[in-house]
T-cell receptor, first 114, second 115 residues
């Protein structure tokens, strides 16, 4: 496989459930990101990991918990979510510290909270 | 802080017509700018990027963009629209701070193409 792969592609969960989103990149990058894309809102940068260390948390509620066990994998653990958390969650990777480099995106996980 | 503003949330053109999607940026340092495209239920795909050098940048699928520092703009154009160009387009600027680099996106512009 190449590029950035996200699983699952679709997820429906109840407000009391616990689930995890997975992202894997095969590009040799050392930075990974979670973005949230809601209807009629801009892409929101949620978390930034550089060299497996969380370097940015943009005021994301604690019901979202990221994990980066190595430079190729990124998880987003979800618990006690709210209906307004329904969105497309996008993972991306890039080379950290290089502003002229683009980010590569996965296809996203469409999350619906019921 | 760096940011981008996309003018017009929805643009409609006829097949074969010129496509123009507008993006203005704000940056206290020389910006690195990007255009991405997103098809329904897909991730974002890079169309083109401006880093340094030539201000007219050519990308995939016949798109190009011109960096104009005096106008703080990076508008995306395509001479002749095709039905397959219908998608959402995002302008982005690269941000660097003590936390590292990340892309900051505009709100997006939905392009509709009619036959």
């Amino acid at each position: 496989e190449t590029g950035v792969t996200q699983t699952p592609r679709h997820l429906v969960m109840g407000m009391t459930n616990k689930k995890s989103l997975k992202c894997e990149q095969h590009l040799g990058h050392n930075a990974m990101y979670w973005y949230k894309q809601s209807a009629k809102k801009p892409l929101e940068l949620m978390f930034v990991y550089s060299l497996e260390e969380r370097v940015e948390n943009n005021s994301v509620p604690s019901r979202f918990s990221p994990e980066c066990p190595n430079s190729s994998h990124l998880f987003l653990h979800l618990h006690t979510l709210q209906p307004e958390d329904s969105a497309l969650y996008l993972c991306a990777s890039s080379q950290s510290g290089r502003m002229n480099t683009e980010a590569f995106f996965g296809q996203g996980t469409r999350l619906t909270v019921v | 802080a760096q940011s981008v503003t996309q003018l017009g949330s929805h643009v409609s053109v006829s097949e074969g017509a010129l496509v123009l999607l507008r993006c203005n940026y704000s940056s206290s340092v020389p910006p690195y700018l990007f255009w991405y495209v997103q098809y329904p239920n897909q991730g974002l795909q890079l169309l083109l990027k401006y880093t340094t050098g030539a201000t007219l940048v050519k990308g995939i699928n016949g798109f190009e963009a011109e960096f104009k520092k005096s106008e703080t703009s990076f508008h995306l154009t395509k001479p002749s629209a095709h039905m397959s160009d219908a998608a959402e387009y995002f302008c982005a600027v690269s941000r660097y701070n003590q936390a590292g680099t990340a892309l900051i996106f505009g709100k997006g512009t939905t392009l509709s193409v009619s036959s």
